[in-house]
């Protein structure tokens, strides 16, 4: 006779390691230098979460949700997800303040791989410009790099950081607002 608590034990099982789809689920590295090592991370994403430094006990800045159909991600403060804990919406690549849905709130804007300051996308309004860097020895096997760049510059002393990963727009804002530097 097959018990039924059995099968809901089998369901979990697959459940937890069948790979998430979903953009906010992948880890982000955020390092301070090229080397790329444990003690150079800043922050990361895990899931859903935006801590600071590179394990599991950093501060939790940030809760992530949302999912990739709707291109719409809530950053909740710490590790709540209450709508009182509400501080930024990611719409459609426009930071906005609280859960607001007027143009006047919009902060910043994300826009083919660069970030604008309010919802512009005008090129003296750019604040930074995420460019894809060369294999670097630190990063993780098959992980993309990617450097983040003041304004609009190539050069390489006006990198600020290196992502381990592509962070999406939601994932970018978070690491940026948790470190200080949006």
Known sequence: MFAPWRLVVLLCGLACC????SLLAQRIHMHSDESMMWSTMVAHVDGQTVRLGPDWRGDVVFTLQGDDRSDEATLFQGFSTSAL??????????????DS???HAILYTAHQDQIFQGDSTFPLDVVYTLREENAVMG???GASVWGLYREDSRNWSDRVVLFEGKPNPAQLFALLLATGWL
């Open 85 to 98: 804990d509400v501080l930024y919406t990611v719409r459609e690549g426009h930071l906005m303040a609280g």
């Open 18 to 21: 069948l790979p998430s789809t």
């Open 139 to 141: 990063a993780s096997r």
């Open 101 to 103: 849905h007027f143009t």
